[in-house]
């Protein structure tokens, strides 16, 4: 099939070898991949906007050579918004035609900084990230995620899970910019060495992976500046063509897994259920854990 031109807020977009499979078991085709993405669109840019970004490409598919890029390719339009940073540029996802540029560049993973680029130094949000080690499967995660919530909820805490669309999971606490990453490491390093030390069998915050035992990891260390996660509503580049999801506590009790949100029923999800993270960026959501760093200090 020849290229496909696509046309967006006046903004013209070649995509190449459109029926080229991304995910051949599931016969996703690039075409079919930017068609999600434009679906998607609302969703992603809202979470991912005026962030600096990093993509995960596969210019061949799931299964073919990966590499990262945040730099913004001397091949891009010009339309393509950036940023730039100690002489460097870096990509910035604000608008729909950048989104199905960067899906006709087989980019099948958005990872973006914990900060808005107004706010270099603060994170948006407090995020516990959560991997499970060698031997453990997602139930040790959901476990574990549900221990935190109920912790967190007896000290009045409100926060939002979401799956990575791989194997973990995260918990967001909206602060929206109030600490900056330093006090934002502070609480997550408490947090980390509190369930670590009260669940000494279950939580490690051990770095080094082959010292962690059959351990859920607690990386309290991933949120910091110029790090990234994965977004909210990101595809995943797996198998099942997961796709990072916000979920509720119910859903996580009732034992959701990762896979249960691909790129194929994604849009269905939203329309039902709309987009649980909305909360995150309004005021009435922000949480105050000066609290904690008041103990710490002491």
């Known amino acids: 099939m020849p290229a496909v031109i696509l046309r967006y807020e006046n903004k013209e977009i070649k995509v190449s070898n ?5 995910w051949p078991e599931l016969e996703i ?3 079919d991949y930017i068609h999600h993405l434009i679906k998607l669109a609302p969703f992603i840019l809202k979470h991912i906007s005026n962030r600096p970004l990093t993509v995960i490409r596969y210019p061949n598919g799931v299964h073919e050579h990966s590499f990262y890029q945040k730099h913004l390719p001397d091949y891009s339009p010009k339309w393509v918004d950036h940023i730039r940073k100690n002489k460097e540029k870096y990509i910035i996802l604000n608008t729909l035609p950048v989104l199905v540029w960067l899906g006709n560049q087989a980019a099948l993973e958005f990872h973006a900084t914990f900060n808005r680029i107004a706010h270099p130094n ?5 995020v516990f990230d959560l991997d499970p080690s060698e031997g453990q499967n997602f139930e040790d995660v959901a476990h574990a995620a549900l221990l935190i919530r109920d912790t967190l909820s007896s000290l009045q805490i409100t926060s939002f899970p979401k799956t990575s669309g791989a194997s973990g999971l995260q918990i967001y606490i909206p602060v929206g910019h109030r600490y900056t ?12 060495s509190y369930f ?5 069998h279950f939580f490690t915050i051990e770095r080094t992976v082959n010292k962690r035992g059959r351990k859920i990891y607690f990386d309290y260390l991933q949120m910091w500046s110029n790090k990234t996660i994965i977004s909210p509503y990101s595809p995943r580049a797996v198998d099942t063509a997961a796709v990072s999801t916000p979920i509720t506590w119910k859903e996580l009790e009732k034992g959701c897994r990762p896979e ?3 790129l194929l029923n994604i849009h269905s999800r939203l329309k039902q259920k709309g987009d649980l993270f909305n909360n995150l960026y309004i005021p009435e959501s922000y949480q105050n854990l ?3 760093l008041e103990n710490i200090s002491e």
């Open 18 to 22: 459109p029926d080229k499979y991304l």
């Open 29 to 31: 085709k690039k075409i």
């Open 122 to 126: 603060n994170p948006e949000a407090i």
């Open 181 to 192: 990453y330093e006090q934002a490491r502070n609480i997550n390093g408490f947090f980390g």
């Open 196 to 200: 670590s030390s009260k669940y000494p």
């Open 260 to 262: 249960d949100f691909t």
């Open 290 to 292: 000066s609290f904690i």
